[in-house]
């Protein structure tokens, strides 16, 4: 059955069942806790939770000062707005001050549909991650989702995270789901195993690089998946592997095509195992408007494009 489960439903069960125990962990909100799916948070712990309203940059302001107090501070905001109306204060009060928020982007890439680019952020991987001390995080699906809020409430420094607004279907499973933090996931193939191309992908658009991988295969080329959700650090070692058992590589994101995945790992690629590369992302224009699918399919950003882009790619090579 299809998942009915959006990543943002998985952040507010793992805070929940942490708040159980840890009454320093706090949620906050900019009138978005509906669509954060974080209103559960609220009705079961008021004393841990901050409804700012409509200002993104008291949102990040009273998270990061909550988080100097020695909370676990988490806010939520649309990504669209919190990677740039506060933008600032992720600079300063979290980053450059070194408190422990985690900034969560909720509704991320294209994921509000006809709301069109002023709610769309194609920006956010590229801003955040240029950010010095900012962590960048865009998981794949809920179990991803839920293990990466397991151990952001482990640790004591700042990042940034992305889900998008609606049910993806499954990458892992509950019992099935290899998790290291900052460390990319092998979905298709391994480190030392040689493909025609690898592929790197991240959030989204991992469940499309594995569909894609498995329609590759029954036409005889090999493709290793890897699931890099953590941008920033970029698993270097990962990359590496991946792209010297290689022909090819090829990412793909729900991007704008600078200054996100495809540049950090062409950055990677091309210092320490040259190959022939090519980055899937959004355009740098308007997207269009429609649906998450509709516009991955109209991109080339779902599994039939990024396998057709896969076998120009290695025609090339």
Not at 105 to 129: K, N, P, R
Not at 217 to 235: F, H, T
Not at 265 to 288: F, H, S, T
Request: proline share 4%; charged share 25%; net charge negative.
């Amino acid at each position: 059955m299809p998942n009915k489960i959006a990543n943002r439903k998985a952040i507010c069960d793992v805070l929940m069942d942490a708040a159980k125990t840890d009454r320093d962990v706090v949620v906050l909100c900019s009138d978005s806790r509906g669509s954060a799916s974080l209103a559960p948070f609220f009705d079961a712990y008021p004393e841990q939770s901050v409804e700012v309203g409509i200002a993104e940059q008291d949102l990040v302001g009273i998270a990061a000062g909550l988080a100097a107090c020695g909370k676990k501070a988490f806010a939520a905001s649309p990504a669209s707005f919190v990677s740039t109306r506060s933008y600032e204060q992720a600079k300063v009060d979290c980053a450059y001050s070194d408190t422990n928020v985690t900034l969560i982007g909720i509704s991320g890439g294209v994921s509000y549909g006809a709301l069109g680019m002023s709610h769309h952020s194609a920006q956010d991987l590229a801003a955040m991650s240029a950010i010095p001390n900012m962590r960048v995080y865009v998981p794949s699906d809920r179990f991803q989702t839920a293990e990466l809020i397991r151990a952001l409430l482990k640790d004591d420094k700042c990042a940034y995270l992305r889900v998008g607004r609606n049910p993806v279907e499954d990458v892992y499973t509950e019992d099935d789901c290899p998790f290291e933090l900052n460390r990319a996931t092998w979905v298709r193939g391994g480190a030392e195993k040689d493909v025609d191309i690898a592929i790197i992908a991240c959030g989204e658009l991992v469940r499309g690089a594995v569909d894609a991988a498995d329609a590759l295969a029954e036409k005889g080329i090999r493709a290793s998946v890897l699931d890099m959700y953590c941008i920033k650090p970029l698993d270097a070692e990962a990359v590496v592997a991946a792209a010297s058992h290689a022909k090819v590589v090829l990412t793909a994101e729900e991007a704008a095509p600078q200054g996100g995945l495809g540049s950090q790992v062409a950055q990677v690629v091309g210092e320490r195992c040259p190959r022939l590369l090519k980055n899937l992302a959004l355009p740098d224009a308007p997207v269009i408007t429609g649906t998450s699918p509709e516009v991955f399919a109209y991109y080339g950003l779902d599994a039939a494009g990024i396998a057709k882009s896969a076998e120009e790619l290695l025609a090339r090579a």
